[in-house]
């Protein structure tokens, strides 16, 4: 491809505040305009997200009628190995399978926790694994550590090391083995047959092990590039030859690029700018970077600083907001992000606190702005997921109004179609029926009580109403140990009886969301 350099491996980069997906289309366009039109729909571009993957679409559509690349995600890397892999095993099923070893583990004495907490333990084990395959270290590397000062923790640590290490002999990868396995293919397959089409890696930082490797294997490719996003071109050599300790630097925002550089076997000079694209306020910038610098060298604020331009028109529009409470934290950047969708302008919030930017989401929605989170909405804070899990709460314990109350009123519930006794008439029964247990109990409903209720209320359609609830909702607190399947399909019968409500037939609108 015309542009590259004139021997591997091949890194461009953009600096911080350009429009990346914007210049990287731009860049693209340049370097194929001596091509035929044909010659674009030839190129693989791989991107590192999905919102990369439709900002980019949306920047070629703009360009006019023409033939767009093959764009793939990092994820999608497996596909392009000529031998097809086997499945990865289900997070689920690992999860699972950790959970039982967990068990056994905590049968054997050796090893003191709460059972209540096998998932989570089965939680963090499996995170462990993604990162422990990602990066590419085995097992037997961690157990060989040198940690003779935390004898004692650390024996406890290597019985659940070697769960981790039994779950990662098994038959079938997971997805971050699966993906790591690809990757190496690939790149042995190109360092004999490298591929006659451009490859083009962006907006990739190698933070993850796996990403890297592959950023590499492109870099080295005769017609392969790597577009680096928010490159630091300014940063001095005694700063970037501090980050050679990954134990003080890991936390710099270009550690990842030197890591990817060192890979490479290349200085930092080595990288080119993808385009001619000026960093739009590189006074702010350089007030960042200094700030940013590893540890060992912050003195450098003292003797950089004063070096900086005045950093009054620098930090124009930078405000710091000290809010009182998480609450309030949140109400201010909804605020602000209402103010920018009352204007037309973009504006996101960046932020690695899912609880604070569903904080954020629940403040907007008053004045009903959707934002459109990157990192979507979980399944267990959507309907059907709060609905399946307030369902999962009734087992194993006594129900409490509060518990019956919150599933009456979930806005699931009684949704089914073709029903003479509907949604509203449910609404209806369940609004007095609150107002009777409030006031005269009893605090944990039984089938029976709940029939009491009708019988006394007098209202039309009550009775039927009561013997459905109550056969959904009570009678769970005494089910004894059951197999999954068991307790899958008894969860299932409640939640789809309480969405279908008296409809003959279906879910209600469970599953429509």
């Not at 990369?52 to 995600?73: D, K, S, W």
């Not at 179609?417 to 609404?427: D, I, N, P």
């Not at 899958?488 to 019968?493: G, I």
């Amino acid at each position: 491809m015309p542009g590259m350099a004139e021997a591997p491996p091949n890194l461009f980069a953009l600096p911080p505040g350009v429009d990346f997906p914007a210049e990287l289309v731009a860049g693209l366009l340049t370097r194929m305009a001596s091509e035929p039109p044909e010659a674009m729909a030839r190129v693989t571009l791989i991107l590192n997200t999905q919102r990369m993957r439709r900002r980019v679409t949306e920047c070629f559509i703009t360009q006019g009628a023409r033939f767009l690349p093959r764009l793939l995600l990092v994820t999608d890397a497996a596909s392009l190995g000529p031998t097809p892999l086997p499945a990865p095993v289900s997070p689920l099923r690992r999860r699972l399978e950790l959970s039982v070893l967990l068990d056994r583990l905590l049968q054997t004495g050796t090893t003191h926790f709460p059972r209540a907490a096998l998932y989570d333990l089965a939680d963090s084990l499996a995170t462990l694994m993604d990162e422990m395959q990602g990066e590419g270290v085995p097992p037997p590397r961690i157990a060989a550590l040198d940690v003779a000062n935390h004898s004692a923790h650390w024996a406890r640590t290597q019985a659940f090391l070697g769960i981790v290490s039994d779950a990662m002999e098994g038959d079938a990868p997971d997805s971050e083995a699966r993906l790591r396995q690809a990757v190496i293919a690939l790149a042995e397959g190109w360092a004999t047959t490298p591929p006659a089409h451009p490859v083009i890696v962006a907006g990739s930082t190698g933070s993850r092990g796996t990403t890297a490797l592959l950023m590499q294997a492109v870099a080295r490719l005769p017609n392969g590039a790597v577009v680096l996003p928010g490159f630091d071109f300014d940063l001095p050599d005694t700063v970037w030859a501090s980050m050679e300790d990954a134990l003080t630097a890991e936390d710099h925002p270009q550690f990842r690029f030197r890591r990817v550089m060192d890979g490479l076997g290349i200085a930092r000079d080595h990288v080119q700018r993808w385009t001619g694209a000026k960093a739009p306020a590189p006074g702010r910038n350089r007030l960042i970077s200094l700030s940013l610098r590893p540890a060992p060298i912050t003195d450098q604020w003292l003797a950089e600083g004063p070096t900086l331009p005045d950093l009054a028109p620098e930090t124009e529009g930078l405000t710091l907001i000290e809010a009182p409470s998480e609450r309030a934290e949140a109400l201010a950047i909804a605020l602000i992000l209402r103010q920018a969708a009352e204007v037309g302008q973009r504006a996101a919030l960046v932020s690695p606190d899912r609880n604070l930017t569903r904080r954020v989401t629940a403040a907007l929605d008053r004045w009903g702005i959707r934002p459109d989170d990157s990192a979507g909405r979980p399944l267990a804070l959507s309907a059907p997921g709060r609905m399946l899990r307030q369902v999962t709460g009734l087992f194993g314990q006594r129900l409490t109004v509060d518990m019956a109350l919150a599933l009456m009123k979930h806005p699931l519930t009684f949704t089914g179609k073709g029903q003479a006794f509907g949604r509203g008439q449910h609404l209806i029964l369940t609004r007095e029926y609150e107002l009777h247990a409030r006031r005269h109990g009893p605090a944990f409903p039984t089938a029976e009580s709940l029939a009491a209720w009708a019988a006394a209320s007098g209202l039309a359609g009550a009775d039927l109403w009561a013997a459905l609830i109550g056969t959904a909702l009570c009678g769970h607190d005494t089910a004894g140990p059951m197999s999954l399947a068991t307790f899958v399909a008894r969860h299932l019968e409640v939640t789809r009886t309480l969405a279908r409500g008296f409809a003959d037939a279906g879910d209600g609108g469970l599953w429509d969301k």
